[in-house]
Structures are given as C-alpha cells and as structure tokens.
C-alpha cells in the first residue's frame, strides 16, 4: 500500500502561480497528478517516472505547468504558473509500482480556484 498525501491548493486568480506537492509513504515507480472540475471527467495533467526523471504532460497545460520530485523524499511537485480559470478543479496525486499497472494509489485531493 502507499499513502499519498497532497498540500499547496487555493484560491488564485489569472496569471498567478500554485505549487502543489504530494508525499508518498514509500518509493514507486512513477507519480502523477490529475484533475476533475465539477461535472467533468477526471483528466491527466502530468506524470514523472522517478527512473531517468521522465516527465510527460497533457496539452492543455504544456508550458505552464511543471512536475518535478525529490527521490530523498519521495515527494512530487507541480509547478502551476500563468494559471487559468479553466485549470480550476480538484487536483489528485497518483502513483504506480510499475510500467506495466496502473494508476492505483490516489490522494484525498486538493482545490485549486483560479478566478478571472
């Protein structure tokens, strides 16, 4: 099992700047974040893969946002700069044990609210 823990939500308005971070309970394979606004799907945003540090994001937010971690820690970031109202929305760690499973470890969550 791994307990993910999330902090660094708010409410911002356009053009500000979020980091959020997320604390795994051990090390795994890759970390994520995704987000869900309210009535929407749950949409990925950024992913790493600790091994070589590969980082991959969802179009709408290459640029802006930028997922990072520390190993010691086994922590993750995400960077959230020129944010917009439409980035509103629960933001949700998630990690994987392995290349070859899922997503299965997931945070509580945590708001972020852009105003315009």
């Known amino acids: 099992q791994v307990q993910l823990v999330e902090s660094g939500g708010g409410l911002v308005q356009a053009g500000d700047s979020l980091r959020l971070s997320c604390t795994a309970s051990r090390r795994t394979y890759r970390m994520g974040w995704f987000r869900q606004a309210p009535g929407k799907e749950r949409q990925f945003v950024a992913s790493i893969i600790w091994s070589g540090v590969v980082t991959n994001y969802a179009d709408s937010v290459k640029g802006r946002f930028t997922i990072s971690g520390d190993n010691a820690k086994n922590t993750v970031y995400l960077q959230m700069n020129s944010l917009k109202p439409e980035d509103t929305a629960v933001y949700f760690c998630?990690?994987?044990?392995?290349?070859?499973?899922?997503?299965?470890?997931w945070g509580q969550g945590t708001q972020v609210t852009v105003s315009s």
């Open positions: 998630t990690a994987a044990d392995s290349s070859f499973s899922g997503y299965k470890y």
